[in-house]
């Protein structure tokens, strides 16, 4: 039984026999030495670190670009709160990190963003400044982007973390949220519109 993506990644938390843990999600390609970097990387570090990430060139019909050049070390709670969110296939953990905290799987929706924050409390954060993954993103992941699951992760998100955070971190969190349902809107809006225009085009060309 498909238990979702979170429950496939904890059950290969638990599956792993290596020091660190790496995720490759389906549209997402990995470039050549990608880990050995990465590993170089963490053994390093002059720091107890224990998460660890690089940039990604996305891949949209035919064009090339570079996402996540914003480079956090260290603390990465402020930026986390302020939107940062690196791609899962990019990040590098060590497992005895993970198994203390592994993705939630009752969330449904920005498990790997929920993941980060709860990481961000116990280890810091080590950016390799080199883009190692490719994602590809094309008209198909756009359809089958579901507005209901979104909204659901959002409440799930609202349940778990205000009465965790306080003061300017709730703002902060309270703010991006705010944001993030807009986008999930503008984004239902447009499907709606779309999936009218579809229904309405055949009776338009009938009376044409």
């Not at 979170?6 to 792993?16: E, F, M, P, V």
């Not at 909204?151 to 306080?166: E, F, H």
Request: aromatic content about 10%; proline content about 3%.
């Amino acid at each position: 039984m498909n238990r979702g993506v979170s429950a496939a990644r904890n059950t290969g938390i638990r599956s792993a026999l290596g020091a660190f843990v790496a995720f490759l999600d389906s549209d997402d390609e990995w470039l050549n030495k990608k880990l050995a970097y990465q590993i170089e990387h963490a053994g390093s570090t002059e720091t107890s670190g224990g998460f660890f990430y690089c940039y990604a060139y996305v891949v949209q019909t035919g064009i090339i670009f570079i996402r996540d050049q914003m480079c956090c070390d260290g603390n990465v709670r402020d930026p986390l709160l302020k939107g940062w969110r690196p791609m899962p296939s990019c990040i590098l953990v060590r497992r005895d990190i993970l198994l203390r905290e592994r993705f939630d799987e009752s969330l449904g929706c920005f498990e790997d963003y929920e993941l980060y924050l709860r990481l961000s409390a116990i280890t810091e954060v080590r950016c390799l400044p080199r883009a190692l993954v490719l994602y590809h993103t094309n008209a198909d992941n756009r359809v089958t982007w579901n507005p209901e699951n979104h909204k659901l992760g959002l409440a799930n998100l609202d349940r778990k973390w205000l009465k965790r955070l306080s003061g300017r971190e709730r703002k902060q969190f309270e703010a991006l949220q705010h944001e993030r349902r807009k986008i999930v809107a503008s984004i239902e809006l447009s499907q709606y519109l779309k999936g009218y225009l579809l229904l309405a085009l055949p009776r338009i060309a009938f009376l044409s």
